[in-house]
């Protein structure tokens, strides 16, 4: 008989890459676990994926309907996986999607850094985007966060959501 599986806890989903050295978990309760919301989160060791953010908040809120979820990404991530946008509308999925916009895809310009590079990673810089535009080319609602307050009150609203709405916010002027 072969080895047994090793058993992972509870209702855990894993995602994995090993082919790099990179390993990224995404650990998310199925829709019959009880208890407090819970992350769904890709950082283990400092990375991320890039660009899974989007469709996995379309996933969890069609996986759990009636449970708020709110999906906070970078703009160089967002990028990544922009497409999810349209499934977003095409399910109704109810998703506040809060894309954080410093005009730069950090996450790559500080892996060439931790690797030795020095100055500016060339192509990491984006400039200014307009996430609101994208968001209606793909038929999601969108508004841009006018202040700290205005983002919290969008946030608390996310229960409220009949479908997927997106909020820039911008951190650069």
């Given at each position: ?12 989903a ?12 995404a ?147």
């Amino acid at each position: 008989m072969g080895r047994r599986p090793r058993r992972r806890p509870g209702s855990a989903a894993r995602r994995g890459d090993r082919r790099r050295g990179h390993h990224h978990r995404a650990v998310a309760p199925s829709p019959r676990t009880p208890g407090p919301p819970r992350q769904l989160h890709p950082h283990r060791r400092r990375r991320a994926g890039l660009g899974w953010g989007i469709g996995a908040a379309v996933g969890r809120a069609l996986a759990e309907p009636g449970r708020p979820v709110v999906a906070v990404l970078g703009d160089g991530c967002a990028l990544f996986g922009l497409q999810g946008l349209w499934s977003a509308a095409r399910q109704s999925a109810p998703v506040l999607f809060v894309v954080m916009g410093n005009g730069a895809y950090r996450t790559l310009q500080d892996t060439y850094e931790a690797m030795g590079g020095s100055g500016l990673c060339p192509g990491t810089e984006l400039g200014p985007l307009d996430f609101t535009r994208a968001a209606a080319f793909f038929g999601v609602d969108a508004v841009r966060a006018e202040s700290a307050q205005h983002l919290r009150e969008l946030v608390a609203g996310a229960g409220k959501l009949k479908g997927p709405m997106l909020v820039d916010v911008p951190l650069r002027k």
